[in-house]
């Protein structure tokens, strides 16, 4: 068997660094959410930092991700992230919000904001991500690659195609097309 570029995280890892944050805690439940949209949804750190709560179709359970380059993707908010999600908006992020004093329009439209009241940035998920990486005994380095490539090969592992996981993925087919 060949070797893999980057380290996968087992499905037992994933989990343990999901609920690794105390989600007693306001900050935790947030950190929880985050590496659970990082996981389930396989997103970049700069999608998760521009996601905003008109994003989340709870009616159509679709989350739609805005990447750096290229166009916008939706993914299926399966139930892990869907109650995962919902559990952080009803308990956390407006206890988050009136934490951080001031309300700002972008603050009022981010789903992740800071203990500052700011909108979370790629920086804080790196934080989340190493404290929680190392905090949940996961030995491997942990950041968004790992997740987002470990989410698709347990994917593939439990026999999802491969132009599905693309999709997902929001990468392109050999022909150089988005797949859609």
């Not at 750190?45 to 989340?56: F, H």
């Amino acid at each position: 068997m060949s070797q893999l570029p980057v380290e996968i995280l087992s499905e037992e890892e994933v989990q343990r660094l999901i609920a690794h944050p105390d989600a007693a805690d306001i900050f935790g439940l947030r950190d929880a959410a985050i590496l659970s949209v990082l996981y389930y949804a396989a997103a970049t750190a700069a999608e998760v930092t521009t996601l905003n709560i008109a994003d989340i179709d709870w009616n159509d359970g679709i989350l739609r991700l805005r990447p750096d380059l290229g166009r916008p993707r939706q993914v299926l908010i399966e139930e892990p992230l869907a109650a995962m999600l919902n559990h952080y908006l009803e308990e956390s992020r407006k206890r988050l919000r009136a934490h951080g004093g001031g309300i700002d329009a972008g603050v009022l439209r981010a789903v992740f904001v800071t203990n500052k009241g700011h909108r979370v940035g790629v920086q804080d998920i790196r934080q989340i991500l190493g404290a929680h990486g190392k905090g949940a005994g996961v030995e491997a380095s942990v950041n968004y690659n790992t997740l987002r490539l470990s989410r698709a090969w347990h994917l593939r592992e439990a026999g999802e195609s491969p132009e599905k996981i693309q999709r997902m993925l929001g990468a392109s087919g050999r022909s150089g097309r988005r797949l859609v």
